[in-house]
């Protein structure tokens, strides 16, 4: 005959079960919560109270215990509950002066403040202070830069370079063009030091220059594929010469629609009478302030990143060959023959742009004043709007004509 109290049933329900089981095999469960619940679980299945204390390195008091308090309150019972710790000494008074202070005031001979001198200022630990901005969520040692742009066309040019990415027009190519000036064939005046286990490449912080180039780079918005060329300088004469290259390495039959920025030397006069000898060129300017829109800046980003930075170079030369396998890993990771990737069309509605004929008209609505060309021999823009003659059908389409552009509302921020 069994002695001793009776048992209180321990039922657990279907619910109950499936939060058991989260609980005790979830990895970010506290360890003693799961331990409770896997005893919980235990108890459910029939075993006893020692079996279970056994499988499970416990006490069998501890079974019992979470046994109980199961038993009355169920799963809330498996949780601590709060306990009282020691009494609060900084005041809510403290803690709005302390906030007031940082985002208010400065302290004597510095532009922000620190936890210890915050602390000598109200009286406080530097770890309480750092506990209340950390709270607050207050970063005085940090500051970031912005700037905005001041075109008065910011909207419409970006929503005409953001068109030309996602759906550019047909029978054509779209490059964004820039050059990197000055870049140094820099040398460090020891040998590098390599890394090894729990040791990392270590450098003097001294260098040798050996000279300078500038790399001008156009990038083929749809197939990555990256045009590049060096000069030693970064003049309109130079830039005439890589359009040469451009012009020369884009087949005829194709227009050519160049996004760049407000550089001087890409709008000399030199550059005009280039651009307007070819009218199968369309010129889009980024807005002021903002050549981060030109995607060769990514690329030129990755090249200083990966290869310039921490590259050691004994001349310019050897600074150039370095730099041209970039271009051809970027031409061997999407090139057509890999594949035609799928056209994004979600993007008039996301910028409210108008559909139809007036997004497929000439991409020059936004172009700078001096690129249209008001003489009677030319006839047309200077960026090039298409011919009038009817192609065949293994050339451009029937263009559309430039009457039929309508300008994209303009939708204040909300």
């Known amino acids: 005959m069994r002695k001793g109290r009776p048992k209180v049933a321990l039922i657990v329900t279907t619910d109950e079960r499936q939060r058991l089981e989260s609980l005790a095999h979830r990895s970010r469960s506290a360890a003693a919560l799961a331990r409770r619940a896997r005893i919980i679980l235990a108890c459910a299945d029939g075993a006893d109270s020692k079996v279970v204390a056994r499988r499970l390195h416990v006490t069998p008091g501890t079974v019992c215990k979470w046994r109980g308090r199961f038993v009355v309150n169920r799963l809330d019972g498996l949780y601590d509950e709060p306990r009282p710790g020691a009494k609060r000494t900084i005041t809510d008074a403290q803690v709005e002066e302390v906030i007031i202070r940082t985002l208010e005031t400065t302290p004597p001979g510095a532009t922000h403040w620190s936890t210890r001198e915050m602390a000598k200022a109200v009286g406080l630990s530097h770890t309480a202070i750092s506990r ?13 830069t912005f700037k905005l742009s001041n075109d008065p066309l910011l909207v419409e040019k970006v929503r005409d370079i953001v068109g030309l990415y996602l759906d550019p027009p047909a029978h054509a190519a779209v490059f964004c063009v820039d050059e ?9 005046t020891q040998p590098l030091l390599p890394m090894q286990p729990g040791q990392v490449e270590r450098r003097t ?5 050996h000279g300078t180039t500038t790399l001008f780079a156009a990038l083929n918005a749809k197939t990555s594929e990256v045009i590049t060329q060096f000069h030693q300088r970064h003049r309109s004469a130079q830039f005439r010469e890589f359009l040469d290259l451009i012009d020369a390495q884009v087949p005829r039959r194709l227009d050519v629609h160049i996004i760049m920025d407000n550089y001087s030397t890409h709008k000399t006069a030199l550059i005009r ?9 369309h010129v889009h300017f ?14 030129f980003a990755e090249l200083t990143m990966k290869q310039i930075r921490r590259g ?7 600074l150039k060959a370095a730099s041209r396998p970039s271009s051809r890993r970027i031409r061997q990771t999407r090139s057509p023959s890999s594949g035609r990737s799928r056209p994004m069309r979600s993007w008039r509605a996301s ?9 497929r008209g000439p991409h020059n609505k936004f172009h700078e004043p001096w690129l249209r060309d008001t003489s ?9 709007s298409r011919s009038a003659a009817a192609p065949d059908s293994t050339s451009r389409r029937t263009p559309r004509s430039a009457s039929r552009w309508t300008r994209p509302p303009f939708r204040s921020p909300p």
């Open 286 to 299: 980024t807005p002021t302030y903002s050549s981060w829109l030109s995607l060769v800046e990514r690329w």
């Open 312 to 318: 050691a170079y004994r001349s310019v030369a050897q």
């Open 376 to 384: 009677a021999s030319a006839g047309r823009s200077a960026c090039g």
């Open 273 to 281: 009478k280039w651009f307007a000898k070819r009218p199968r060129f």
């Open 351 to 359: 910028l409210d742009l108008p559909s139809g004929p007036s997004m």
């Open 180 to 188: 990197k000036p000055q870049i140094q064939a820099l040398d460090r």
């Open 205 to 209: 912080h001294d260098y040798k220059r």
């Open 132 to 144: 209340m901005w950390h709270t607050f969520g207050l970063q005085p040692h940090r500051t970031e």
